[in-house]
């Protein structure tokens, strides 16, 4: 499971999964919370970060819900209702719930057994119809890959998801017959049985000369909706493919990714790379319509294909499923010829794209609109001044394009086969206005990072706590 950022109910769960933020996302835990996820069966990861993440999400829905929802795996041999009853009732007397709103997931690896505990004040948001729905068609998908973590994710995402509804006064009607298994009811879990049908669906042909905006229209329509998991199908770039070999996807991914997509796709824009190989479809400006995520097209064998890797790897989502971007990601591999689309945007801690509205005539005549102040290697001549990063225009291609920042030392440029390295002020002015538009340009720099947090502070170098790396960073050439 990749916590490396959030998944999707987009895409899929990993997207949203990797939606915490560095900022104003904290939440101290006291001690009457130490016990939200209790993993005595050693199956959600060893992570602090990761069970931060669902301690993080089950505060949210304390706050936003006063709904104490708890976590607990186990290996014991006793029976899992006996176990989940009492566990509930130790959950109940120590609740943080003011009005008795408590849920209990319990997982039992051994037993190959789920149950979901719901309090009486909650019977009428989580049904037998809801909890039969998430359990089967949720759950379970990921628990048959071996994928523990990610099921239980999903189901906490889920159970926040039902209770926004209940607070919109929308009655949950599954979208499938359901089969009425009790609130507080086990149900198998079929821990790493793999479904022969879970990889199945008709082919879907990328057509010559289709739009980027045509593709993705195909596969909200012969994909999405018709809950296609086949994937092979040529709409998908080869490195898609690849992916969802191995990744899981459910029905309930599929049906949410159609609900975000359906606001936003009369607004979606085509935006073409220079070498047309690549394109993004967005709304924008960015900062008004965060709900709906860019996604992003390669060109293969001549027909536009859906990038869905690239898009994982670099699109994160909050519980509020406003889409922003991981910047140490973004530049990565296939990732940096999708940044021209962020153009003019200029990104805050959380990755969040913000419109550059200063108009500056003098940038104009600036190809990468950066300035340098100049330092020396001992031994240095005059003429051999060096760029240290004084200022990158926010949203400007170098600070979009290869993620440029005040204080960052340039030491080299080119490829590896041809690098020249120590390299002068006016070598690498020349070297960035000689790249063509549209190929990549390579840097070799010194980055500082502040506390562990990424900073374009140029004092940064005064202060302690200082973390130096040295990086290669590359971009596409405006």
């Known amino acids: 499971m990749k916590y490396k950022a959030g998944f999707i109910l987009l895409i899929m769960a990993v997207l949203v999964v990797s939606g915490c933020e560095s900022k104003n996302e904290n939440t101290s835990h006291t001690d009457s919370d130490k016990h939200i996820v209790i993993d005595d069966a050693s199956v959600l990861q060893d992570d602090e970060k990761v069970m931060k993440m669902y301690r993080d999400y089950n505060e949210q829905m304390l706050k936003d819900f006063d709904i104490d929802f708890r976590i607990v795996t186990t290996r014991s041999e006793e029976d899992i209702n006996t176990f989940a009853n009492q566990a509930f009732a130790q959950l109940q007397s120590e609740s943080r719930s003011k009005s008795g709103k408590a849920l209990l997931l319990v997982v039992n690896p051994t037993q190959d057994k789920v149950r979901l505990e719901v309090s009486m004040a909650l019977e009428p948001v989580y049904t037998d119809a809801y909890v039969s729905y998430v359990e089967r068609k949720g759950m379970i998908p990921y628990l048959r890959d071996n994928k523990i973590a990610d099921g239980v994710y999903m189901m906490t995402e889920l159970a926040r998801d039902r209770a926004y509804e209940a607070r919109l006064g929308k009655e949950f009607m599954p979208p499938m017959e359901s089969r009425s298994i009790g609130g507080g009811a086990k149900t198998k879990a079929y821990i790493g049985r793999v479904d022969v049908d879970a990889k199945k669906g008709a082919g879907v042909e990328a057509m010559g000369g289709a739009s980027p905006k045509a593709v993705l229209q195909r596969y909200i329509s012969d994909v999405l909706k018709k809950h296609n998991t086949n994937p092979e199908l040529d709409i998908y770039t080869d490195t898609t493919k ?56 390669k060109k293969e064998q001549g027909k536009w294909k859906l990038d869905i890797v690239s898009m994982a790897q670099v699109l994160r989502f909050n519980q509020n499923m406003q889409f922003h971007l991981d910047k140490s990601k973004r530049l990565e591999g296939e990732a940096i010829y999708y940044a021209f689309a962020f153009d003019g945007y200029y990104f805050d801690g959380n ?74 002020i006016d070598a690498l002015i020349d070297y960035l206005n000689s790249v063509p538009s549209g190929e990549v340009a390579t840097v070799v720099l010194e980055h500082y990072y502040l506390n562990g947090k990424e900073t374009y502070d140029f004092d940064a170098v005064l202060m302690p706590n200082v973390e130096i790396r040295h990086e290669i960073r590359q971009g596409i050439a405006p």
């Not at 240290?388 to 400007?396: A, C, D, H, M, S």
Request: charged share 30%.
């Open 351 to 424: 990755g969040y794209p913000h419109k550059y509205k200063k108009e500056d005539k003098e940038w104009k005549k600036y190809r990468w609109k950066y300035t340098c102040n100049g330092y020396y290697h001992p031994g240095d001549k005059k003429d051999d001044m060096h760029c240290w990063i004084k200022y990158t225009l926010p949203g400007g291609p170098a600070d979009v394009r290869l993620g440029l920042g005040g204080g960052d030392k340039i030491y080299g440029f080119g490829e590896a086969g041809d690098r020249k390295m120590g390299v002068s």
């Open 242 to 297: 690849a992916f969802f070999r191995k990744w899981t996807v459910t029905e309930i991914n599929q049906d949410h990714e159609v609900h975000n997509l359906a606001p936003c796709m009369q607004e979606m824009t085509i935006l073409y790379d220079s070498r047309d190989s690549h394109a993004v479809l967005a709304v924008k400006p960015y900062e008004e319509n965060r709900k709906c995520a860019p996604y992003f097209f």
